[in-house]
Structure formats: C-alpha cells, structure tokens
C-alpha cells in the first residue's frame, strides 16, 4: 500500500512525458519507475571493470506489475534504514528480464563495502540460495553488461564477481553464485585480484 504514490506518479510522469531521463542500456530510469532522482550523487568513473551480483532476498517477481512494486518497496526498505540515502544497488533486475536503475553507470551506490567506488552491484531480485533467477532475469543482465561494454561503460575485459566473494555474506545465494561462475567475464580469486 505505501507504493500506491508512486504508482500514481509514475502513471503522471510517463502519460505526460515529461521524462528526460537517459537509458543507457535499456534499464528504467529511477525517475520513471519510482518518479524522483537517486539521491546518490557521488560521480563513479567510467569505464568500470567491476560488477558485483547480489540478490535482495525479497519476494521474487515475474510480472510488471509485481516488479515495479518490489523494486519501489526495497527503495523505501533502503531510505529507511539509518546511513542508507537511497536504494544502495546501482540495478535491479527483476524476474521479468527488466533491469532498474539504482544508483546508475555513473554514481557510486552502496552494495558491497570497500568496492562501491569501483564496482555496479546488480541485485537480482527474490532469493537464489536453492533456485536460479528466471532466464529473462539472466539474458537480460547478460546482454545489459554487453551493452556497457558496447558504450564503454565498462571495460573490455571487466570482471563479474558473486557479493560473497568480496564480503562476508551468503548473497547472491549459492545456485545464483554457481551460475555466475560460468560467465564468461567471471574472476576467481577476486579478493586476491582486488586487494
Ligand atoms: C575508493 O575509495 C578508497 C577508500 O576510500 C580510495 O582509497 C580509492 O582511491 C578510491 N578509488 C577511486 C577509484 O576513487
């Protein structure tokens, strides 16, 4: 019920058109999924070479519907804890293969402590210990991450790491984390690479 505002104003915002928010790669700008800017306003140098996947451990989402509400909730989730400005993930991907912006390309979120001013944090949304996120979420943040390479907000060779492999925290779930190991762009070692 406390998202009820900004469906309201997000139905306002995209019946008027008065976005004018960039889409790099195809991902809903905050402004129109949740109708305010980021808070976060720290500039993160582009191109980047770390992305650091994540789950929220919130309720999955399949339809459009379901994700625009679970991704207004974390953000409120966020804003309401002490020390959070805004939602700390810089994307979220939702079970419906659509990725929303966070802290974006090019401000520094609050994902994964030390790294947030090297590193995008990709939440997946829902809970990936004993399951895979649907294929639409997956193929959306593969070719999302294609995409930055292709507009040199990432590097050629950036890497992907699991969260729990820089922190100590179970995230992005053991059956996420295993999937990513066979990503092209994965690193082993990543605290060894990374210092
Ligand atoms: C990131 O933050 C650390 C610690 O605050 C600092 O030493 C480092 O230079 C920063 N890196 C960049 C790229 O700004």
């Known amino acids: ?6 469906l309201l104003l997000l139905v306002f915002l995209v019946s008027f058109g008065t976005l004018n ?5 195809g991902e809903i700008p905050i402004t129109e999924w949740s109708g305010t800017e980021s808070r976060r306003k720290q500039p993160l140098k582009s ?6 996947i994540q789950h929220t451990v919130s309720n999955d989402c399949f339809t459009d ?15 309401l804890l002490a020390g959070f400005k805004d939602l700390g993930y810089s994307f979220v991907a939702g079970g419906n293969g659509k990725i ?17 001013n090297i590193s995008i944090g990709i939440g997946f949304i829902g809970d990936f210990r004993e399951k895979l996120p649907t294929q639409q979420a997956l193929q959306a943040v593969q070719d999302f ?28 779930g053991a059956v996420l984390q295993s999937e990513i190991e066979s990503w092209p762009h994965w690193l082993d070692n990543a605290r060894k690479v990374l210092g």
Do not use: F, K
């Open 145 to 172: 991450l294609a995409c930055g390479v292709e507009n040199n907000l990432l590097t050629e060779d950036y890497h992907v790491v699991g969260h729990q492999q820089l922190i100590n925290t179970l995230s992005p």
């Open 1 to 6: 019920m406390l998202v009820a505002p900004s």
């Open 65 to 79: 519907e379901e994700c625009l509400l679970s991704v207004n909730s974390l953000r409120q989730h966020h804003m």
């Open 47 to 52: 191109p980047i070479d770390l992305v650091v």
């Open 100 to 116: 929303y912006e966070g802290a974006g390309w090019n401000h520094i979120g609050a994902h994964t402590l030390h790294y947030n």
């Open 21 to 25: 928010a960039a889409s790099e790669c």
